[in-house]
């Protein structure tokens, strides 16, 4: 099974600062066939479902603002909020989807600073 | 617009058994892998079991294989999750998920239901 760590546990960023969420797997999740990272990013607020930002390591899903950028392969991996809004407090999580069963890492809290 | 709402969850008592349900609108159902991802209080998302699009693949976590069933209902566009024997550590917020894209596997989830509140106690 593959394992997810994201690195640190939580983050205290400073409004229109930047935010850099790291993940690393236990192993590659990077499918040599298509050279697409099997990996993705959501960020989750409370009383809310989690929202998918970003997949394919670094495919911005519809709607998600440019601020939010996602980078890395094979087994390291960074999400990055360029410039830091109040609504962006949440948790951050990323999620390998390169084989069952499916893991998440633990998760990155964002506070303001 | 795309709608995943989930029913069922309780309090229950370990070793009872308990079916959520998950019904889904504003999307063609039958074309999408679907998923069940839980969360316990004050800990992060675990993903718990799939079910493909043709319903060919059924995978589960090593927490809840043997105990737990994913199932869909093509004709009344709803996914369900059957718990058996369930055990205080089951106690979670369920989320049912949709996979991103129609007609494929391994794929993220790019729809979330709301969850519903299970709580396994004596």
């Known amino acids: 099974d593959i394992v997810m760590t994201q690195s640190p546990d939580s983050l205290a960023v400073s409004l229109g600062e930047r935010a850099t969420f790291n993940c690393k797997s236990s192993q590659s999740v990077l499918y040599s066939s298509n050279n697409k990272n099997y990996l993705a990013w959501y960020q989750h607020k409370p009383g809310q479902p989690p929202k998918l930002l970003v997949y394919w390591a670094s495919t911005r899903e519809s709607g998600v603002p440019d601020r939010f950028s996602g980078s890395g392969s094979g087994t390291d991996f960074t999400l990055t909020i360029s410039s830091l809004q109040a609504e962006d407090v949440a948790v951050y999580y990323c999620?390998?989807?390169?084989?069952?069963?499916?893991?998440f890492g633990q998760g990155t809290k964002l506070e303001i600073k | 617009q795309v709608q995943l709402v989930e029913s069922g969850g309780v309090v229950v008592q370990p070793g009872r058994s308990l079916r959520l349900s998950c019904a889904a609108s504003?999307?063609?159902?039958?074309?999408?892998?679907m998923h069940w991802v839980r969360q316990a209080p004050g800990m992060g998302l675990e993903w718990v079991a799939l079910?493909?699009?043709?319903?060919?693949?059924?995978y589960y976590a090593d927490s809840v294989k043997g105990r737990f069933t994913i199932s869909r209902d093509t004709s009344k566009n709803t996914l369900y999750l059957q718990m058996n024997s369930l055990r205080a550590e089951d106690t979670a917020v369920y989320y049912c998920a949709k996979d991103l894209t129609a007609y494929t596997r391994l794929v993220p989830f790019d729809q979330w239901g709301q969850g519903t509140p299970v709580t396994v106690s004596s």
């Open positions: 504003g999307f063609t159902f039958s074309n999408y892998g």
């Open positions: 999620q390998q989807y390169y084989s069952t069963p499916y893991s």
């Open positions: 079910i493909s699009y043709d319903e060919y693949d059924k």
